[in-house]
């Protein structure tokens, strides 16, 4: 997938029937004060509807990358890498809940560390 320079944050989130924690983790990427935070969700071929339930309660908000079966954690993340289109990779585990201002002062500290380069 293409780099988007209008995206400054891809969250990648890999998930296996961890339907239960996907509400309060997706909900909280997508509840950023950052503007533009992409959000992607690999499944690793769960069976408890994850995916179903994702499309339902956040429709487009979140690309959903759907693996048939059960690739692992790194093989799911590499898939996840390679779909991401953000300037910076933030990667959770789908029990993870991030506060409002996370990917914000992650940002503002990684531009700050460049710009201190220069």
């Known amino acids: 997938t293409a780099y988007d320079p209008r995206i400054p944050v ?3 989130v890999v998930n296996w029937n961890g339907r239960a924690h996907l509400e309060s983790c997706l909900g909280s990427l997508l509840g950023q004060t950052l503007e533009g935070v992409e959000v992607v969700l690999v499944d690793n071929g769960s069976s408890d509807a994850s995916v179903d339930f994702v499309r339902e309660r956040f ?16 093989q799911a ?3 996840g890498i390679r779909a991401a289109r953000g300037r910076y990779l933030f990667v959770l585990n789908n029990d993870t809940e991030v506060a409002p ?3 914000a002062a992650l940002v503002d500290a990684a531009y700050a560390e460049i710009s201190g380069r220069m």
């Open 10 to 12: 891809s969250a990648i």
């Open 59 to 74: 429709g487009d908000a979140v690309r959903i990358v759907a693996n048939s079966t059960n690739l692992g954690f790194g």
């Open 77 to 79: 993340l590499d898939i």
């Open 101 to 103: 201002g996370c990917l």
